[in-house]
């Protein structure tokens, strides 16, 4: 494979660090005091998608927001994030919707899983995003107060019920990949696809998992024509076929979680591949660039 000429376009992946059993659908299913009694296949799952990112003679970097509670059990996994040159970010401690915590709650949150991670790599930690995107104004007011760079939280998308919404400044064009809140805060923006005044979701996740490749990429095309960068998020569960099933969960959230389980790996590498031409960066580095 001969050297890329790389273009100024850039793809942002994120990955939601956490496991099969921590996830909002199955919440009503699963009690948080079973979590520790658990089967905890995050470690693998992410080992795999690191490695994945490896395969690639070009630099393909990455930030992982990660949970407070994974951290706690394998700082390890956290170092080695760290260590193989990939973002890592805070994804809250115990995947509670932002809205459904008290300021006080949220705030101590915040901090807490901030510095929990930064004294594992130890290294600063500039970035969150919310459980299930549940952002709001006041949610993004304390994220800035915690000391964080940016927050990547905003889902344009209004047809999921649990995302929140928060107030962003107004800029010239629609959907841009990067929101300027302060002189040293930030929000990036997970990616929808907008064809006239419709929005189609189309950042990842399930919706990257039902979507055909080659349907997905000239979406991808689309938004990095417009705006010049693409951010893409998943979880590692994603990746998992044989994870164990939550049977006593409704129809649509079992639908929601296990579709084209199998096949998301090998479509998440053909889309790093189709796209090693732009640059691949992480979303600190991402805001450093379009600051500097």
């Known amino acids: 494979m001969g050297p890329v000429s790389f273009t100024g376009k850039n793809i942002l992946l994120t990955f939601d660090v956490e496991d099969w059993f921590q996830v909002e659908n199955f919440k009503s299913y ?58 890592v970010a805070s994804h809250g401690y115990a995947h509670q919707l932002c809205y459904e915590l008290t300021e006080d709650e949220l705030r101590q949150d915040l901090i807490t899983s901030k510095k929990l991670l930064e004294d594992i790599v130890g290294h600063a930690v500039s970035g969150y995003r919310a459980p299930s995107f549940s952002i709001s104004d006041e949610a993004l007011s304390l994220v800035r107060d915690a000391g964080y760079l940016y927050d990547s939280s905003y889902n344009s998308y209004e047809g999921h019920g649990r995302y929140g919404s928060c107030t962003l400044p107004k800029t010239r064009s629609p959907d841009p990949p990067l929101y300027s809140i302060s002189s040293s805060f930030h929000e990036i923006p997970v990616s929808n696809l907008r064809i006239g005044r419709k929005l189609i979701p189309w950042g990842g996740g399930g919706y990257f998992r039902l979507l055909p490749g080659l349907v997905h990429q000239v979406g991808v095309k689309h938004i990095l024509r417009k ?40 479509k998440l590498k053909n889309f790093v591949r189709c796209n090693r031409k732009h640059r691949f960066l992480t979303c600190s580095d991402f805001v450093l660039s379009q600051k500097g």
């Not at 905890?40 to 990660?66: K, M, S």
């Not at 049977?247 to 639908?255: G, H, I, L, M, N």
Request: net charge negative.
């Open 30 to 87: 699963i009690d948080y005091s079973s979590w520790p009694s658990q089967e905890l296949r995050v470690g693998r799952n992410t080992h795999e998608l690191l490695n994945l990112l490896d395969d690639f003679q070009t630099p393909v970097q990455a930030t992982f927001f990660i949970l407070g509670w994974v951290a706690e059990r394998r700082p390890d996994l956290v170092r080695e994030i760290h260590s193989r040159g990939h973002e």
């Open 227 to 266: 705006s010049g960068c693409y951010t893409f998020y998943m979880h590692p569960w994603e990746i998992d076929p044989e994870q164990p099933r939550v049977k006593e969960a409704k129809a649509s959230y079992q639908f929601r979680h296990y579709v084209n389980l199998k096949g998301a790996k090998a």
